[in-house]
Every structure is written in structure tokens, then in C-alpha cells.
């Protein structure tokens, strides 16, 4: 399954993954703009937001677009998937801040070096580590940093891998678990999951053994319907001790477990000054910030 079909499949249950997306929307929007005012080095009481263009160069639905456009930034958004981009078009209706984002359009995060220019270019919530290998990871560094402004800003957030699974235990073949737990969505009540499998990177020998080591992982995304589990009070249709045939939803995609000193030296390296990783805080995943020079 390629990236874009992947999250053309979630599209419709992608917040899903969190216990409350809007509160999750707003909280990113808060967390992105104070790290925007802190690179500024100004205060958010002062901040300007109107005057700002920021590029979601990985918007998906809109988790980190919505919250940015309500606080009055102005709104660029692109995806490689369809079905997030379309579904992003809608959010934008239901949350009323149409005026704010100026475009949405499916294209590669690699593909993003053409367009007006921008203030901030983010790609949030590991997007980037999708790019397995190295060249089109510096690929979307280069073409972030073609669309910004000189004095521009790029974020980016991503897992750290380092304490999620150190590399000395990345074992081709090696699988773990991470559970999301029970959500609910349109009054359905499932439970989500991800597996991680090490997998050999792309570019290796086939002759590579169980034994090796491997920073490229496939992920299966798992969504197990509850056909019982109605939110109304009700039961559904079945009566106590029924048992249902449950319905699963999976999807698979492939990440790399970059470290943050990896993706600091790659930013570095594109031409970006002022690399610096901010610990997760007030976002959730660890953010690199770079500045493009005046």
C-alpha cells in the first residue's frame, strides 16, 4: 500500500486516533504558535497573525491547519492524499475558517518549492519520516526552504524513536505493539492500534538476515469496529451474551526511525540556520525548528 493510499483509507477515521480531536486541534494550534512567536521573539499578545502565510505541507485532514487558521493566521494546505485533502475541505467548512485558508491541494510534500511565498512551512506529527530514504527526505528540506520568505521559518514534529525503541533493539522481524484504546466517532464506539514490524530498508541486500538491523519499519494500522457498541444508551440490535462478528479496517504505510540529530544534520545541510529540536511539551512530539537566513 503506498503513503497516499494509506491515508486515503484512514481519511474518514483519522480522528479517531485521538480521545478528543478538536480539544487535540486547538491544544497544536496553540503549541505551533507559541513556538512561531518564540523563533519571532515576540510576544503572542503582539503577534500579527493576519499578516502571516503559513504552508501545511502535510496537512492531512487539517489537524494542525484548522487550529493555526482559527487563531487568524492566513492558510496554505497540501497533501499527497486525495481523500485527507478532501476531507480537509470539508473540516474547513465545519469549523468556518474558509476565509482564512487560501488553498488546499493534493502534492507531494517533496513538490512543495512552487507556490507564493510563506512565512512558516510545518509538517507535523512525523510526517516527513515517511520519506525512506535519505535524498527525499533533503528533497522536501530543499523544497521547504525554496518557499519560504528569507527570514522564514520551517517546523517539523516528529516520534522519538530514540526513547520509543532504541536502534539496538530494531531487529528485522522484530514486532511491537501500540495501542491507542477505545474511541469513539460518529456515536460508534471501536478500538484502534498499531503494529510495527522491522522490515529491511529498501535500498538493502536481499541476503540480510534475521539478525540485522533495520530503521525502516511497516506499520499496520488496525480499527476494530464494536457492531454493539452503540453510545445511545441502546445495545444495537443484539440482546445480552449475543456475540458479533466484529468488522476491521487496516491499513499499511512504511515510516524510518530517523533520530533527531539525523533530521537536525539534514535540515543543516539544506541551508536552514538556528536547527533547533524543542522537546516535546506543549505539542506532543518532539519539534525541529529551522530559520532560512535573511
Known amino acids: 500500500m503506498s503513503v497516499s493510499t494509506f491515508y486515503d483509507s484512514l481519511a474518514s477515521l483519522y480522528s479517531g486516533i485521538y480521545e478528543d480531536w478538536p480539544s487535540s ?3 497544536q494550534g496553540r503549541a505551533i504558535d507559541a513556538l512561531i512567536c518564540e523563533y519571532k521573539g515576540i510576544s503572542c499578545d503582539t503577534l500579527e497573525r493576519g499578516k502571516l502565510t503559513v504552508l501545511d505541507a502535510a ?3 487539517g489537524t494542525q491547519l484548522l487550529g493555526v487558521a482559527e487563531l487568524g493566521y492566513t492558510v496554505l494546505g497540501s497533501d499527497l492524499s486525495s481523500g485527507e485533502i478532501e476531507r480537509c475541505k470539508s473540516e474547513v467548512q465545519r469549523w468556518r475558517v474558509a476565509e482564512r485558508v487560501n488553498s488546499l491541494e493534493v502534492r507531494d510534500m517533496r513538490h512543495v518549492e512552487q507556490g507564493e511565498k510563506v512565512d512558516v512551512v510545518m509538517a ?3 510526517a516527513v519520516t515517511h520519506l525512506l530514504e535519505e535524498e527525499d527526505l533533503l528533497k522536501a528540506f530543499r523544497a521547504f526552504y525554496a518557499r519560504l520568505k528569507p527570514g522564514g ?7 522519538d524513536y530514540g526513547k520509543e525503541i532504541p536502534s539496538s533493539q530494531r531487529t528485522i522481524g522484530k514486532t511491537i505493539g501500540k495501542p491507542y484504546g477505545v474511541r469513539v466517532q460518529n456515536g460508534k464506539r471501536f478500538v484502534a492500534f498499531q503494529m ?3 522490515v529491511p530498508p529498501p535500498s538493502s541486500s536481499p541476503a540480510l538476515g534475521p539478525s540485522a538491523m533495520s530503521d525502516v519499519y511497516r506499520i499496520s494500522m488496525y480499527f476494530v469496529d464494536d457492531p454493539n457498541g452503540a453510545i445511545d444508551g441502546t445495545q444495537g440490535n443484539a440482546t445480552e451474551g449475543d456475540s458479533q462478528t466484529l468488522k476491521t479496517h487496516v491499513m499499511r ?3 524510518r526511525a530517523y533520530s533527531l540529530p539525523e533530521l537536525q544534520r539534514a535540515m543543516s545541510a539544506v541551508g536552514f540556520i538556528d536547527v533547533r529540536v524543542r522537546e516535546a511539551g506543549s ?3 518532539p519539534v525541529i525548528g ?3 537566513p535573511q
Open 59 to 61: 496537512c492531512g485532514i
Open 124 to 126: 507535523m506529527d512525523n
Open 283 to 285: 505539542f506532543f512530539q
Open 290 to 292: 529551522g530559520v532560512k
Open 25 to 27: 486541534v486547538r491544544a
Open 253 to 255: 504505510t512504511y515510516y
Open 153 to 159: 521559518l520551517c517546523l517539523i514534529s516528529v516520534r
Open 196 to 198: 510495527w514490524e522491522f
